[in-house]
């Protein structure tokens, strides 16, 4: 099972750029990598998904090099209302559904 | 458009109780799933749903009892209630999982038992 790794916090300020980088090195052939943002008193929020090289979406990038054994979630210019906490979960389909959500990261975005 | 709902919102019991907590999706979605979320250990996956009637355990079934008799309608039942199931509780849905789609939460139900 590709459990994963994550920052446990981070700060940034507004306008900056954040990276978040998750470790999964166990991550399986078909596995995907999904990442999540959870506000207070909500559910998460699927923000982006990918499988290999780059991928882009109006929210944000994702960076998985070839090995996949890491995967950085990239969000541009980061205002007030990102603070919240980012899920880097890896669907592991063998087994059954064993869906592992990291710890979390949990972004303090400053003023 | 009320997607993926959860009731109740709050809810306090006490040990030895049972209770149920409700997800309702409106998506027609084939797979659901039940998640508890304690301070320091993330989301754990409790159960899920394939379909209607199809139901296997997660990472943390103990104490817990769901069933699916509708595509639409994900129960998790505590038979007996125990403070350690004192934890947010999420429900989601996906509706094909083959083609990696997402999973969509609900806002949870914060559960606490006395």
């Known amino acids: 099972l590709a459990k994963t790794t994550q920052p446990i916090s981070m700060d940034s300020y507004e306008g900056q750029e954040v990276n978040i980088t998750c470790s999964h090195n166990?991550?399986?052939?078909?596995?995907?990598i999904t990442w999540y943002q959870q506000f207070p008193s909500q559910g998460p929020r699927f923000i982006i998904q990918g499988y290999k090289t780059k991928v882009t979406n109006e929210v944000a990038s994702l960076f998985i090099p070839a090995d996949r054994k890491s995967s950085t979630l990239s969000l541009p210019r980061v205002s007030l209302s990102d603070t919240a906490v980012y899920y880097c979960l890896v669907d592991a389909n063998t087994g059954g559904f064993k869906t592992i959500f990291g710890a979390g990261t949990r972004l303090f975005v400053k003023a | 458009d009320a997607g993926i709902t959860q009731s109740p919102r709050y809810k306090i019991t006490e040990t030895g109780r049972q209770v149920t907590l409700m997800c309702h999706q409106t998506?027609?979605?084939?797979?659901m799933f039940w998640y508890r979320q304690d301070l320091g250990h993330g989301l754990r996956l409790i159960y899920y749903?394939?379909?209607?009637?199809?139901?296997d355990k997660g990472e943390v079934p103990d104490g817990y009892v769901v069933s699916r008799s509708k595509t639409e309608n994900f129960p998790l039942t505590l038979e007996s209630a125990t403070r350690s199931q004192t934890s947010v509780y999420f429900c989601a849905s996906q509706g094909d999982r083959y083609s990696n789609q997402p999973q969509h939460f609900g806002d949870g139900t914060r559960l606490s038992i006395l």
């Open positions: 749903s394939a379909a209607a009637d199809i139901t």
């Open positions: 998506w027609s979605h084939s797979y």
């Open positions: 166990n991550i399986a052939t078909n596995d995907y």
